[in-house]
């Protein structure tokens, strides 16, 4: 999908000083798209190691009116809900300097899943490509929403698949429902950033790049072109 480009992989001394250094590195990376197409998209994760990021990337002075956050995936949950990474986002991110983002949700309580899937393609045709995408990896090697094994990871990794699909991930419980950007999205992005901290991440990372096949970890499907940043 993206020929022979390279990983690139950035270690550091502390987590704090790497959520600043990628804090800064995503906000030029803002800066240059509105410079060049006066508008910038940014994609984000939920989980916990985002959450400086998003507190760094607040305080910068950015045009962020001419910016659109989108999440790089939702479980199927209202935003009341702890699960929401659209929560997060909004508790973390859409505040101070960023508060006048334009967020782009992902959950409706007025839309079936599948009328959802059409209605966020024809919003995210006005975001494509996206300026920067930031992802998170689990140790069982998924990336965004779509999970090993999971139902509609076949389909979310077609060229041809919509920018958002349902995945349905095996054991999620109640909140297994999910949707996610899709992988022609996130490889089409114009920058991407892989977070990972701790030793067990950094294992299943290698892992990852040894796999036979992307099914068996997704996450090796995005790392071509992509920036990994890790730190104890």
């Excluded at 698949?161 to 995945?167: C, K, T, Y």
Aim: charged share 20%; proline share 6%; net charge neutral.
């Amino acid at each position: 999908m993206e020929g022979d480009r390279r990983m690139t992989f950035f270690e550091y001394p502390s987590r704090d000083a790497m959520m600043g250094e990628v804090a800064t590195c995503i906000a030029n990376e803002l800066r240059a798209a509105l410079s060049k197409r006066g508008t910038a998209s940014l994609a984000v994760p939920g989980g916990s190691t985002p959450g400086p990021v998003f507190d760094a990337l607040s305080t910068v002075d950015l045009d962020w009116e001419r910016i659109a956050v989108i999440p790089t995936d939702e479980r199927w949950v209202a935003e009341t809900s702890e699960h929401s990474n659209s929560r997060l986002v909004r508790e973390r991110l859409l505040v101070g300097c960023a508060v006048g983002a334009s967020f782009q949700p992902v959950y409706s309580d007025s839309e079936s899943i599948e009328r959802r899937i059409e209605s966020l393609d024809r919003r995210m045709r006005n975001h494509l490509p996206l300026s920067v995408v930031m992802l998170g990896m689990g140790t069982d090697m998924h990336t965004a929403s779509l999970f090993p094994g999971s139902a509609g990871l076949e389909r979310a990794m077609k060229e041809s698949a919509p920018a958002f699909l349902p995945i349905q991930q095996q054991g999620g419980g109640p909140v297994g429902q999910r949707m996610s950007l899709t992988l022609p999205v996130l490889n089409g992005a114009m920058n991407r950033h892989l977070l990972i901290v701790g030793s067990e991440k950094l294992e299943a990372l290698e892992r990852a790049k040894n796999a036979q096949s992307p099914m068996l970890a997704p996450v090796k499907a995005v790392l071509p072109a992509a920036t990994v940043h890790w730190a104890k």
